[in-house]
C-alpha cells in the first residue's frame, strides 16, 4: 500500500507534456517536474517552456532526458530552475537588443555541451548563485555560427560553483565584441589552465566552424582576473 501511495505522489508532482508550456507572466512550478522527450543533440528541438519577453519561471525542476529546456524570448527571469539532466541546452537567450535573461539559483547536472546558449544580438545573460554537478562542456557560449551571426552579446557570471567543466567555463566572439564579465567562479580541483575559463573564439555565419582562438585573462571580451578563480 505504501509502495502505491507513493508512486501516485510521485506522478502528481511529475509532468511530461506532448507540446511546450508558453509562459507570459509568472509561472511557478511549486517543485514539481516538468519535461519533453530528448532528441539527443539536435537544434530544432522545441522547448519544455518558452518565456515571453516578461516572463518569470520559478521553482521548476526540468525532467531529466527532457527536450531544449528553456527558451527566453526577451527580458526574463529564472528562478530556482533545477536542470536534472540537460539534453541539448539548459536554456536558450533568443532576445535581441537591450534584453536580460537572468538566471538566480537553481542547478545543472551533465550537460554533454553547454548549459547556457546565447543567440540573440546585443543582449544579457546574468547568471548569480548557480551551481553544476557532474559534466558539462562548457557552463556559457555565444553562438560561434548563428545565421546572420553577429554582436555584441554580454554574460555576467557571479558566485557559481562548478563540478566538472570539460571544455572552458565560458566561450565569447571577440570579433563580435562580445564580453564575458566572472566573478567568484569555484571548480572542483582547479588548476590554472585545466580546465580552461574564458575562451575567445572569431565567430562566423551559419554553415562555417567558428574558429578557437585561446584562453584570455583581462582582455576586452574576458573581463576576468585569476583571483576571480578559485578551486574546491
Known amino acids: 500500500m505504501r509502495n502505491t501511495l507513493l508512486t501516485a505522489v510521485l506522478a ?6 506532448a507540446a511546450t508550456t508558453t509562459v507570459t507572466g509568472t509561472f511557478d512550478g511549486g517543485g514539481r517536474s516538468y519535461g519533453t522527450s530528448c532528441n539527443g543533440s539536435s ?77 540573440g544580438k546585443g543582449s544579457t545573460i546574468s547568471i548569480d548563485t548557480f551551481r553544476t554537478t557532474g559534466s558539462i562542456g562548457k557552463l556559457y557560449r555565444s553562438c560561434g555560427n548563428c545565421e546572420n551571426n553577429g554582436g555584441p552579446r554580454r554574460v555576467n557570471i557571479n558566485n557559481v560553483q562548478l563540478e566538472k567543466v570539460n571544455s572552458s567555463v565560458v566561450g565569447v566572439n ?5 564580453v564575458a564579465t566572472i566573478r567568484a567562479v569555484k571548480i572542483k580541483g582547479y588548476q590554472a589552465g585545466s580546465p580552461q575559463v574564458c575562451v575567445e573564439y572569431r565567430g562566423v555565419q ?17 573581463n576576468v582576473r585569476r583571483t576571480d578563480i578559485s578551486a574546491y
Open 12 to 17: 502528481l508532482l511529475s509532468f511530461t507534456a
Open 43 to 119: 537544434e530544432s528541438q522545441q522547448p519544455v517552456f518558452l518565456l515571453k519577453d516578461g516572463a518569470t519561471l520559478q521553482n521548476v525542476i526540468i525532467n531529466k532526458n527532457a527536450a531544449d529546456g528553456v527558451h527566453c524570448e526577451g527580458n526574463c527571469n529564472l528562478n530556482n530552475v533545477v536542470w536534472q539532466d540537460v539534453c541539448e541546452d539548459a536554456a536558450t537567450m533568443k532576445g535581441g537588443s537591450g534584453k536580460i535573461m537572468r538566471i538566480r539559483g537553481g542547478s545543472a547536472a551533465h550537460a554533454s555541451d553547454k548549459v547556457f546558449q546565447h543567440n
Open 174 to 178: 571577440s570579433n563580435y565584441g562580445d
Open 206 to 222: 551559419k554553415g562555417s566552424e567558428s574558429p578557437k582562438l585561446g584562453e584570455r585573462w583581462g582582455t576586452a571580451a574576458c
